[in-house]
């Protein structure tokens, strides 16, 4: 059982930066592909973005290009996601979750595909 712990959220003023970890339990970590996803008040989860087992390929949902970052230290168990410019819009509970399968390095957006997933984080940006 891989458990996943995101910190780094907070509340920021709309053009702030935020920057998410998210520590993983298992020392195998390298052999699971992760992701970001978000869930803002009365939403559905949405995927944010994902990193493939060594860090190579990152996928980024259109809203997040150019202002977020999904980076990856395995040999720290953690995963990361640096947030830019960041928007009222982008106000919600963040979560990081841990995917076994790779067919597919990156670019995996359904919450189904997804193993193992973290309590969240909530980041609050006021206007």
């Known amino acids: 059982q891989v458990q996943l712990v995101e910190s780094g959220g907070g509340l920021v003023q709309a053009g702030g930066s935020l920057r998410l970890s998210c520590a993983a339990s298992?020392?195998?970590?390298?052999?699971?592909?992760m992701g970001w996803f978000r869930q803002a008040p009365g939403k559905e989860r949405e995927f944010v973005a994902d990193?493939?087992?060594?860090?190579?390929?990152?996928y980024y949902v259109e809203s997040a290009k150019g202002r977020f970052t999904i980076s990856r230290d395995n040999a720290k168990n953690t995963v990361y996601l640096q947030m830019n410019s960041l928007k009222p819009e982008d106000t919600a509970v963040y979560y990081c979750?841990?995917?076994?399968?790779?067919?597919?390095?990156?670019?995996?957006?359904?919450?189904?595909?997804?193993?193992?997933w973290g309590q969240g984080t909530q980041v609050t940006v006021s206007s």
């Open positions: 979750a841990a995917r076994v399968r790779s067919t597919v390095l990156t670019g995996v957006r359904s919450l189904g595909e997804y193993d193992y």
């Open positions: 298992e020392r195998i970590f390298s052999m699971y592909a």
């Open positions: 990193i493939s087992r060594t860090g190579g390929s990152t």
